[in-house]
Nanobody, 126 residues
Framework: QVQLVESGGQLMQAGGSLRLSCAAS????????MGWFRQAPGKERKFVAA??????????ADSVKGRFTISRDRAKNTVTVYLQMNSLSPEDTAVYSC?????????????????WGQGTQVTVSS
C-alpha cells in the first residue's frame, strides 16, 4: 500500500508557472507508476500525465503536451513526483490529484490506479 500527499496548488495568473508535488510513501514505493489527473468543476476526472515505474518513461494528455512536465525523485523509502506546469490558462483550473498504480503500464485510465491522494486546487485567472 502507498500513501500519497499532494501539495503546491494555488491561485495563478494566466501564463504563469506552477509546480505540484506528490509525496509517496509506503512499501515498494518505487514500483508504482505515478499519474496526475485533474477534475474541473462539473466535469469528469481527466488524465494529465504519467511516469512509468520501470524507467521513468512519461506520457501526457494532448491538452498539456509541451506545457507540463512530470518527473520523479527517488529516495530510499519515498518517491516525490512533480508536475511542472507552464503557460497556464484558465482551462487548467481544476483539482489535481496524484495516483499510483503498482507495476502499472503508464495507463491514462483512472481505473488503473488503485491509490489516490486528496487533491490540490489549482485556479488560473485570466
Amino acid at each position: 500500500q502507498v500513501q500519497l500527499v499532494e501539495s503546491g496548488g494555488q491561485l495563478m495568473q494566466a501564463g504563469g508557472s506552477l509546480r505540484l508535488s506528490c509525496a509517496a510513501s509506503g512499501r515498494s514505493v518505487g514500483s508504482y507508476t505515478m499519474g496526475w489527473f485533474r477534475q474541473a468543476p462539473g466535469k469528469e476526472r481527466k488524465f494529465v500525465a504519467a511516469i512509468w515505474w520501470r524507467d521513468d518513461t512519461t506520457r501526457y494528455a494532448d491538452s498539456v503536451k509541451g506545457r507540463f512536465t512530470i518527473s520523479r525523485d527517488r529516495a530510499k523509502n519515498t518517491v516525490t513526483v512533480y508536475l511542472q506546469m507552464n503557460s497556464l490558462s484558465p482551462e487548467d483550473t481544476a483539482v489535481y490529484s496524484c495516483a499510483a498504480d503498482y507495476l502499472g503500464g503508464n495507463s491514462d485510465s483512472s481505473s488503473s490506479y488503485a491509490y489516490w491522494g486528496q487533491g490540490t486546487q489549482v485556479t488560473v485567472s485570466s
